[in-house]
């Protein structure tokens, strides 16, 4: 069956605007995780989804991050007010119930704030 | 704080010689622990996991609580494994829904 899906694949925006990344998850899989994947830096956790709502937010690095999970299924991360140190890679995973279970990871978002 | 560090950001080896990637944790719970690997141009994916205790490609990991590791082995390298290698800690019981993950190394095996 299909993988995770990211959408867009590569996105170049200029510092100051705001930035949608989508995620569509494995169908049937109730966890949902976004994560920042730097250079240098491996991944970072942003982000935990089960189900629609998040319990773990812990991860968001300031508060022009956010995420929202609609329908138990698409997830977006919003970045408001871009800034250059934004720019990474952004990966979602999705898995079956909770987090120790197999994550299955998405291709990613490439963004480059200029 | 949890934590879990890859000492190396980058191993070398030649085909057929041992590889060993190291991990250390740091947790004072009970922890989950996992290696997942991205090759070139692929999705990051599930290697192993310490629970499971298996052997996959040819890669086994143990956990020694005692050192606080869970270093990824292999005796005979192959062209095939040159990878990213990211070691990652889960909360075992808790409340936390993510992975923590090392910085990865990068593997390469040479011909």
């Known amino acids: 069956g299909a993988g995770v899906s990211q959408s867009p694949s590569n996105k170049v925006t200029e510092k100051g605007k705001d930035v949608e990344l989508r995620c569509d998850p494995i169908?049937?899989?109730?966890?949902l995780y976004w994560y920042r994947q730097s250079l240098g830096q491996g991944l970072e956790f942003l982000i935990y989804?089960?189900?629609?709502?998040?319990?773990?937010k812990s991860g968001l690095p300031s508060d022009r991050f956010s995420a929202e999970r609609t329908g138990g299924s698409v997830s977006t991360l919003t970045i408001q007010r871009t800034q250059q140190e934004d720019s990474a890679v952004y990966l979602c995973?999705?898995?079956?119930?909770?987090?120790?279970?197999?994550?299955?990871f998405g291709p990613g978002t490439r963004l480059t704030v200029t | 704080a949890q934590r879990v560090t890859q000492p190396e950001k980058l191993l070398s080896v030649f085909k057929g010689a041992p590889v060993e990637l190291k991990c250390n944790y740091s947790?004072?719970?009970?922890?989950?622990l996992f290696w997942y690997v991205q090759y070139s141009r692929q999705r990051l994916q599930l290697l192993l996991r310490?629970?499971s205790r298996e052997s996959i490609k040819g890669f086994t990991a143990d956990l020694n609580k005692g050192e606080t590791s869970f270093h990824l082995k292999k005796p005979f390298a192959q062209e095939e494994d040159s990878a990213m290698y990211y070691c990652?800690?889960?909360?075992?019981?808790?409340?936390?829904?993510?992975?923590?993950f090392g910085k990865g190394t990068k593997l390469s095996v040479k011909p």
């Open positions: 995973a999705s898995s079956l119930g909770g987090p120790f279970v197999e994550q299955y």
């Open positions: 169908s049937g899989h109730t966890a």
């Open positions: 989804f089960q189900g629609n709502s998040a319990p773990d």
């Open positions: 947790y004072s719970g009970s922890p989950e």
């Open positions: 310490h629970i």
């Open positions: 990652a800690l889960g909360e075992y019981g808790g409340s936390q829904g993510n992975l923590i």
